[in-house]
């Protein structure tokens, strides 16, 4: 499966931002998703993820009440509603599909479940 994040930009602090990843090559509905990011100088860390038909979400505490993750199956789309951004949510955002087989929402935090990314979007809040 190949993803296309895109939806990033520049924004304020208290703004809001959605970001969007689009799926193709496969069937959508076969892959968990989830969303990762990466800041400046630090290692990609895990944002929210969900199931295969959306049933199961987990999100990330930092982002919790913040963050809302969501998937569109008939468009191949997976989404990250990004509301309250803080300085510290600046970061590239990707997208990725877990083909493990292993995949849990216990293990959904592991980017070793993930074997497809996308290319990334930056996200860029400013104080």
């Known amino acids: 499966v190949q993803l296309q994040a895109s939806g990033g930009g520049s924004v304020q602090a208290g703004g809001s931002l959605r970001l969007s990843c689009v799926a193709s090559?496969?069937?959508?509905?076969?892959?968990?998703m989830g969303w990762f990011r990466q800041a400046p100088g630090k290692e990609r860390e895990f944002v929210a993820a969900?199931?295969?038909?959306?049933?199961?979400?987990y999100v990330q505490d930092s982002v919790k009440g913040r963050f809302i993750i969501s998937r569109d199956n008939a468009k191949n789309t997976l989404y990250l509603q990004m509301n309250s951004l803080k300085p510290d949510d600046t970061a590239i955002y990707y997208c990725?599909?877990?083909?493990?087989?292993?995949?849990?929402?216990?293990?959904?935090?592991?980017?070793?479940?993930?074997?497809?990314w996308g290319q990334g979007t930056l996200v860029t809040v400013s104080s």
């Open positions: 990725a599909a877990s083909g493990s087989g292993t995949w849990s929402i216990r293990r959904a935090a592991s980017l070793h479940e993930y074997d497809h």
């Open positions: 090559g496969h069937n959508f509905t076969n892959y968990p």
């Open positions: 969900t199931s295969w038909v959306g049933s199961l979400k």
